[in-house]
């Protein structure tokens, strides 16, 4: 079952803020975030396991509402090198071996 | 650069044809996934292995097919192809070998064309 992110897209001025979310239909073990900048591959960004937990990376961090089966990314004060797609991935079960992508949130950060 | 060289990097061919894209992953890496990302698509997962053993089949076609040989290497094939077939083939690896998928390390990807 893919997850569900929201929005598409988003368009920010350099030094404002976004909020990406991903939910899913189905208890979740871990929710992943990448990010892709055009024309190239997928880039980890962090692993949340259920519980609840609250990760960052530089001003990029993420919350996993284990009840909601959501989780939001949080990107403070954007750069310009935050520009690309933002794929959430989310795993039913720790022993399955597949990690299901979203359709993907194009973030675009301008000057 | 993740470590993970996928080869060729570009490929055309006609429908009804089959090809091989191939995989290496980082080194130490047990675990090899496919991934397909067509122009409006996100990641569609198609399939994983671990040492060697086929562990996880996502949206795999019949017309599709994948190993993983004993050096670790992995090759994903397509056969009878078609228009839609055109995508960024992209494979990823992983530690493996404990609970849960962990980081990927994705290479760059192999775009296939369908003409």
Same mark, same amino acid.
């Given at each position: 079952q893919q997850p569900v992110q929201s929005p598409q897209a988003v368009i920010l001025r350099e030094g404002e803020d976004a909020v990406i979310n991903c939910s899913s239909s189905k208890a979740l073990y871990s929710v992943h975030w990448y990010r892709q900048k055009h024309g190239e591959a997928p880039v980890f960004l962090m692993i949340l396991l259920k519980g609840g937990e609250q990760k960052?990376?530089?001003?990029?961090? #993420?919350?996993?509402?284990?009840?909601?089966?959501?989780?939001?990314?949080?990107?403070? #004060?954007?750069?310009?090198?935050?520009?690309?797609?933002?794929?959430?991935?989310?795993?039913?079960?720790?022993n399955t071996g597949k990690l299901i992508f979203g359709q993907g949130t194009t973030l675009q950060v301008k000057p | 650069d993740s470590g993970v060289t996928q080869t060729p990097k570009h490929l055309i061919t006609a429908t009804g044809q089959r090809v091989t894209l191939r995989c290496s992953p980082r080194?130490?890496?047990?675990?090899?996934?496919?991934?397909?990302?067509?122009?409006?698509?996100?990641?569609?997962?198609?399939?994983?292995?671990?040492?060697?053993?086929?562990?996880?089949?996502g949206n795999i076609l019949e017309r599709f097919s994948a190993q993983q040989f004993p050096d670790l290497h992995s090759e994903l094939n397509l056969s009878s192809l078609e228009l839609g077939d055109s995508a960024l083939y992209f494979c990823a690896s992983s530690v493996g070998g404990h609970t849960g998928v962990g980081e990927l390390f994705f290479g760059e990807g192999s775009r296939l064309t369908v003409l």
């Open positions: 960052g990376h530089e001003k990029i961090s #993420a919350s996993f509402n284990e009840k909601k089966q959501q989780s939001s990314l949080y990107l403070t #004060a954007s750069q310009l090198s935050y520009s690309g797609t933002y794929f959430c991935g989310t795993e039913i079960s720790g | 080194s130490g890496d047990l675990s090899v996934y496919w991934y397909q990302q067509s122009l409006d698509q996100g990641l569609q997962f198609l399939i994983q292995y671990y040492n060697g053993e086929e562990r996880a089949k």
